[in-house]
T-cell receptor
Framework: NAGVTQTPKFQVLKTGQSMTLQCAQDMNHEYMSWYRQDPGMGLRLIHYSVGAGITDQGEVPNGYNVSRSTTEDFPLRLLSAAPSQTSVYFC?????????FGPGTRLTVT | GESVGLHLPTLSVQEGDNSIINCAYS??????FIWYKQESGKGPQFIID?????DKRQGQRVTVLLNKTVKHLSLQIAATQPGDSAVYFC????????????FGKGTKLSVIP
């Protein structure tokens, strides 16, 4: 099993650009989530999904969209990137409260 | 609002010594607690978890202690090794069966060879 994979590993965007961060898991987990991690802070929940076709907002959802058309994939879309979205983004999946994290995407918005 | 926090942001220990990383939580409804290890440039890795109906749980070289009276959680690492150097996060879930975790800010553990 590859576990949780994320692409790209690094990305630089200009303010106002849009992009999609990809996340996939091959463990058949129903639950998937997106977090952002800023320096000196813990992980903050952006959006989550409890199964295909179901998504919900976390603590910091503004500026991000998600969809869950399959069990395996949970992409995160930035509609109009802002410098405040410069961060490291982690995707996670789980079948219980124990979550498995991907390697992260480091995003810089200039 | 409710939060999960850590007493110390950094901890340096000599190789072979035991490490203790502390975490305070304020949500009295917290039901489940989990410790993650994050090495530089990587995603968090699960270490050990504990439910609120327990006060101690042991794994391989790690022990988690839960004191619900003072809302305190600790992670003990026995015979600390250089490979233990990382940032350690505690997280909590306030609803049984909930997948949503609230993370603390993390403690950086440095092991001195």
């Amino acid at each position: 099993n590859a576990g949780v994979t994320q692409t790209p590993k690094f990305q630089v965007l200009k303010t106002g650009q849009s992009m999609t961060l990809q996340c996939a898991q091959d463990m058949n987990h129903e639950y998937m989530s997106w977090y952002r991690q800023d320096p000196g802070m813990g992980l903050r929940l952006i959006h989550y999904s409890v199964g295909a076709g179901i998504t919900d907002q976390g603590e910091v959802p503004n500026g991000y969209n998600v969809s869950r058309s399959t069990t395996e994939d949970f992409p995160l879309r930035l509609l109009s990137a802002a410098p405040s979205q410069t961060s490291v983004y982690f995707c996670a999946s789980s079948y219980s409260t124990k979550q498995y994290f991907g390697p992260g995407t480091r995003l810089t918005v200039t | 609002g409710e939060s999960v926090g850590l007493h110390l942001p950094t901890l340096s220990v000599q190789e072979g010594d035991n490490s203790i990383i502390n975490c305070a939580y304020s949500n009295s409804a917290s039901d489940y607690f989990i410790w993650y290890k994050q090495e530089s440039g990587k995603g968090p890795q699960f270490i050990i978890d504990i439910r609120s109906n327990m006060d101690k749980r042991q794994g391989q070289r790690v022990t988690v202690l839960l004191n619900k009276t003072v809302k305190h959680l600790s992670l003990q690492i026995a015979a600390t090794q250089p490979g233990d150097s990382a940032v350690y996060f505690c997280a909590e879930s306030s609803r049984a069966g909930s997948y949503q975790l609230t993370f603390g800010k993390g403690t950086k553990l440095s092991v001195i060879p």
